[in-house]
């Protein structure tokens, strides 16, 4: 399929986002999720800036035109390398370019990657600076409220300002603390509590900025509530889990149509771009791990998972097992 050379010529909106997710928010996952949502803007999952510049960065870079709105994520704390890879955002047709300053994983802050960068402001901005000198894309942070050590709303309120400061005017907040020793990432999303209130404090004291709201967030009605508060909403994990959630953003929060009627339809609308990937080589699991939530609490939906779980690995596996694994689910009269 043809790679995207230019970007979305629909307004970028960040009403609605699916945040960055390392290993679930591939190309595959994308182009579902555009299926089901017209207006919510995706982000892939965050590339370094070491593999961009020195890895298979047309295969990092690569996705296909319906994905768009698309940002790219960004690890690194090099100005130049970022500048040369924003740069490389904006060729490859990308609408947005987004920092990473909120992983906690050891490996990223080896390198001075992710939420350790919470604890050094002036570098982001030097970062951010560089990336909006390479590009006329927007340039987007997403970080923490803060890291152990540096927790406090006065020290959260320096870095947002000390940022500012450069232009930049988006701030995607993942409402909790990163711990940078002792937790794993998974802990790192679920132990530190969440502090909602620190987000919505941020948008009163910088009105003029556009602030999102991440962490926890898994339903619409929580999504309304927050945008009453800020700008926009990032979901993560429950978008992934339970990608259904994506089909109520049009008609909820942007009031146009629902772009399917049913789960089922929506997975019959999968099954072209499946036939091409299918074609250039992909394994069906490939394809097939990021559609396992569709059924989520459904009649059938077990035996839908295990369907997939059990035969798409299998060599040769093809359309024909999506179409079984459909089978298992009882299709509904009308629309869901």
């Known amino acids: 399929m043809p790679q995207a050379v230019t970007p979305s010529p629909a307004p970028l909106s960040r009403r609605f986002c699916v945040a960055p997710m390392m290993d679930w928010t591939t190309s595959h996952y994308r182009y579902f999720a555009r299926l089901l949502s017209r207006h919510t803007l995706l982000y892939t999952e965050m590339v370094t800036t070491g593999a961009l510049i020195h890895g298979d960065t047309a295969r990092f870079l690569r996705f296909e035109e319906a994905e768009h ?12 390398e970022l500048a040369q890879c924003a740069r490389l955002a904006e060729q490859h047709g990308f609408d947005e370019v987004n920092l990473n300053v909120g992983c906690p994983s050891d490996r990223v802050q080896n390198n001075m990657i992710g939420a350790c960068l919470m604890g050094h402001p002036g ?10 000198d390479a590009t006329s894309l927007p340039v987007t942070v997403k970080h923490r409220i803060g890291i152990n050590g540096r927790e406090s709303w006065d020290e959260l309120a320096h870095f947002v300002d000390t940022v500012a400061a450069t232009g930049c005017q988006t701030f995607i907040v993942h409402a909790r603390i990163a711990i940078l020793e002792g937790l794993s990432p998974k802990e ?30 898994t339903t619409l009605e929580d999504t ?27 008609p909820v929060l942007f009031g146009t149509a629902a772009p399917v009627a ?19 080589g992909v394994h069906l699991g490939h394809i097939t791990r990021h559609l396992l939530g569709l059924f989520h609490a459904q009649p ?37």
């Open 224 to 250: 309304q509530a927050h945008l009453a508060l800020v700008d926009g909403v990032m979901v993560g994990r429950e978008a992934y889990h339970n990608p259904w959630l994506l089909a109520g953003i049009d």
């Open 300 to 336: 059938g939906g077990r035996q839908f998972r295990r369907h997939l779980s059990e035969n798409a690995h299998k060599p040769g596996a093809d359309l024909s097992v999506l179409e079984a694994a459909l089978a298992r689910v009882p299709e509904p009269d009308h629309a869901e």
């Open 123 to 132: 570098l982001v901005a030097d970062c951010i600076k560089a990336m909006q």
């Open 262 to 280: 049913s789960r089922h339809d929506a997975l019959r609308a999968m099954f072209p771009f499946i036939e091409a990937e299918l074609a250039r």
């Open 188 to 217: 790192n999303r679920e132990i530190p509590p969440l502090k909602y209130d620190w987000v919505y404090r941020l948008k009163q004291a910088f009105p003029q900025l556009e602030i999102i709201i991440n962490g926890g967030i």
């Open 69 to 80: 709105p698309l940002a790219l994520q960004l690890g690194g704390s090099d100005p130049s």
